[in-house]
């Protein structure tokens, strides 16, 4: 099988009148759709159980979605051994076949781009934009996935021994669970759930309860796509009650994480326990946190591109990005011109419903809006509000883009992950004070330098410990295969989906040699 080199999907522009219409009347096709129940799928086969899982819309939140039948312990043992059972065919069937069913679960993506982004919209309250970002960032994992099983499953370089013939394959590992988060609704759940099935492994899925709709899609696209049944089994659920049975089971042998870093922590230590009767240790591969740093230099280039950099980066889908920059680490030199530029930004941006592609959407829920509300509180204590700071108007979780200035490094708000709209702006004396207070939490996942200066730049690759390091750009938006994706420390196993190394996470080598005369 031939295919072209990958290439990224790209972005359709919403600010010309057609295209934001095209969007607008998916928007109104998927509302004539919301409120319906869907069942959870084991094996093929339908269930429903006696209680249900609502998915509301957060910037509308009486508004239903739709509803989910909530999974138990009972059928999470099920989904397991059915997994288990299918997983015996599912590995022989060769790598081709799997990555013709991948391949063709993207080209159905793409004719669905519109509608997939309107239940995200909906569900997730991403503006246009950023629903498009991740509906094609989906779509790219799936590509590029196909492609890099192919480079396994070809013959494999090993170095050749006298009077014997030797070879190296990789083997998909077994039954994987696999636990998105809510933020990149599409774009993790398919790319976690893709790779783990195109290396041969079947999976129990458990969307987010947040987002159970975007697992669902995905569901309905590789079941078109010819995926057998059994091979992808969707288990919507809470985390809590039906998570640590799917960890725990003794025939599972890998786990696929990406949320916080208490839930990794949580999955990890419960992973690494040998149940009776199980084989082999679990792989945990777990992406979790972050507390990302834009360090703006005294030798910035320009200071208006520094201000759009960390503006994007900080309130970009409200900030709920593990990538968002949630601290400005600024030179004391241009300090006070950063701030009142980045005033001038932030006060700029408009609250309101996704549906109407304000810039800036509502927070996922009403837990993380208080949460966000609170540490909006803590942050005012710890420095000086300069704008934001309190709710705004509507029927959802709308909060103003919040910005704290004059805050200490160790200052709680610069130290905990808050995963909303909220940027704490904290004074370096210099370059050195900026790289070290980089590098002060327990996090590592992006980064970004804004500097004229070469040689800074240069310390900052050596120095700045985070897995995605950005120079004079913003420190979010990474794009598959050419920023491959993971962090360091507490932020996660350093997975690097989108990249080369990832595949390998899901399969297990094995070496064969023949002797020869
Ligand atoms: P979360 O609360 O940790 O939830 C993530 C997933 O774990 C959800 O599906 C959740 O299910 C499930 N879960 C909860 N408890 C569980 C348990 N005991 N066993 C198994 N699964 C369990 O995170 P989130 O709020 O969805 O996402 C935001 C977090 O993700 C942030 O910390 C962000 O930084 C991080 N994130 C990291 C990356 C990265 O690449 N490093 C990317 C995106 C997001 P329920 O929804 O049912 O609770
Ligand atoms: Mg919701």
Redesign the pocket.
Known sequence: MKLKPFKNESYHNFSDPKIFKVQNDALKQVRRKLGKTYDIIIGGKKYQTGQKLTSFNPSDKDEVVAQFYKGTKELANLAIETAAKKFEQWKNVPAVERVKILLKAAEIAKKRRFEINAWMITEAGKNFAEAEADTAEAIDFMEFYAREMLRYADKQPITPLPGEKNELTYLPLGVGVV??????PFA?LVGMSSAAIVTGNTIVL?????TPMMGQLYYEIMKQAGLPAGVLNFLP????EV??TL?AHPLTRFVS???????GI??NKLAAEVQPGQKWLKRVVA????KDSIIVDNEVKNLDDAVAGVVASAFGFQGQK?SACSRAIVDAKVYDKFVAKLKEEVEKIQVGPAKENYKAGPVINASAERNILSYIEIGKNEGRLLCGGEKAEGNGYYIKPTVIVDVDPMARISQE?I?GPVLAVIKAKNFNHALEIGNNTIYG?TGAVYTNNKEKLARAKKEFFVGNLYFNRKCTGAMVGGHP???FNM??TDSKAGGRDYLLLFMQAKAMSEKVK
Do not use: Y
């Open positions: 636990v998105p988060p809510w933020n990149f993790i458990k969307p987010s309860s947040d659920g809470s985390g809590g998570g640590d960890v994480f990406t949320g916080s870093m208490e839930v949580h999955i992406e979790m946190g972050g593990c992950e995963f996942l994706f993971g962090g932020s996660g």
